[in-house]
């Protein structure tokens, strides 16, 4: 390889795990750039523009979103995730901040759970009802093809941003990333408060009323989980720990996946008071308990994206491949334990318990023979 295309390959590389950004977030662009290599990552990126040119769309692309654009649709397709979304998307705060109108397109299954949402105009599940002549601009994630499918079918002509660009990376800190962006592209200057407000993971609906919390307290816990790695495998006996310590009431979350979890955790703590929500309720009803109990305690998964959206003192769970500065929002109410392991169950029971009773106000006093520590495993208080 010549000299001059090696430094094109490097340049593009660059691009890739180049955070659009004044002062980058948190994130893993270092070790994304080693896993993948160069030559992989430069070749995505000039693939993406390739894409932008033959779409027609490159002539549209804007800086910046004009002070007299009040009328806006994001295009979010990227991130099918709930957790994820609810990141990408919270700075959607910042378009009623500006007095921007704004609509969402996105899949089903994400416009689902924002239908109804405070700060979004209209959402829209099914791009065809989209008409382009109701909008002054497009927010769409960035310039790949995919991203960009929905705008190029039902609005080709409307100017539009892009939130990531060429970046490439999908470890970091994206609810600050993006209200970094977007406050960017809006021309709007954030002190570090306001951005903390718009950065976070939010989740309303218009007319929702302030949830009252429960009394006696209550303690949530959030079961299951999708990837085996982020499953937490020891409820029972931080159940069993927090009942020892006084705790008798408590709400049990998850979806289908979590039955048997939560048959144990029950069998654990016989004549507390369980209130069983497994696969019971929908994500609001999900929320709205979280958002009445006095703690949540969860693994990193898309229910600890939902206690984020409530104001509910939270312990989170991750394993070794995730910072924990990459999934939370700024809060000194939430503490993350994060264990050395690629497995999040090498948190020990113990340890997950004594934060638990720190955050609740209690005398961090385990039973005997509940061990505060494991192999492994170590916690940081955010």
Same mark, same amino acid.
């Given at each position: ?40 990552? $430069? ?9 932008? #040119? ?51 397109? #996105? ?13 979004? $105009? ?30 190029? $079918? ?25 209200? @970094? ?39 949530? /816990? ?46 654990? /703590? ?23 109990? $006095? ?38 109410? /939430?503490?993350?334990? @994060? ?24 005398? #961090?006093?385990?039973?005997?023979? #509940? ?9 940081? /208080?955010?």
């Amino acid at each position: 390889m010549s000299d001059s295309a090696g430094s094109l390959l490097q340049a593009w590389a660059r691009r890739g795990v180049t955070q659009p950004i004044d002062r980058p977030v948190p994130s893993d662009d270092a070790a994304f750039l080693a896993k993948k290599g160069a030559p992989k990552i $430069a070749f995505r990126v000039a693939k993406h523009r390739l894409e932008l #040119a033959a779409s027609g769309q490159r002539v549209l692309l804007a800086e910046r979103i004009d002070p007299g654009w009040v009328r806006a649709v994001w295009f979010h397709a990227e991130a099918p995730q709930i957790g994820d979304a609810l990141m990408d998307l919270a700075p959607r705060s910042l378009f009623a901040a500006r007095g921007v109108a704004l609509d969402l397109v #996105a899949p089903a299954r994400i416009a689902s759970v924002f239908r109804g949402d405070r700060w979004f $105009a209209r959402v829209i599940g099914d791009r065809r009802e989209v008409v382009a002549a109701n909008y002054d601009v497009a927010i769409v994630d960035s310039v790949s093809w995919r991203a960009l499918a929905a705008k190029r $079918a039902v609005a080709p002509r409307l100017p539009w941003v892009t939130v990531l660009g060429d970046y490439l990376a999908y470890d970091f800190q994206r609810g600050s990333f993006a209200a @970094r962006r977007l406050a960017a592209l809006l021309q709007m200057q954030l002190d570090p408060a306001a951005e903390r407000l718009h950065a976070r993971q939010k989740l309303q609906r218009a007319g929702d009323v302030e949830v009252v919390r429960d009394d006696p307290p209550r303690i949530a /816990i959030a079961l299951g989980g999708v990837r085996a790695e982020r499953t937490y495998g020891h409820w029972p006996a931080v159940a069993q720990a927090l009942r020892a310590a006084g705790h008798t009431r408590f709400a049990l979350l998850g979806s289908d996946n979590a039955k048997a979890a939560a048959a144990a955790v029950k069998a654990a /703590i016989p004549g507390a008071d369980v209130l069983d929500l497994v696969a019971a309720t929908d994500l609001h009803g999900t929320q709205q308990a979280m958002a009445r109990c $006095a703690l949540v305690l969860c693994a990193d998964g898309g229910l600890l994206h939902l206690a984020c959206t409530t104001t509910t003192p939270t312990v989170a769970l991750f394993d070794a491949s995730i910072d924990p500065a990459w999934r939370l929002p700024v809060d000194d109410a /939430i503490t993350s334990l @994060r264990c050395a392991q690629p497995d999040v169950s090498g948190v020990a029971a113990g340890l997950v318990a004594e934060r638990a009773l720190a955050l609740l106000g209690r005398p #961090a006093v385990l039973p005997s023979g #509940a061990s505060a520590g494991g192999a492994g495993s170590a916690g940081e /208080i955010r």
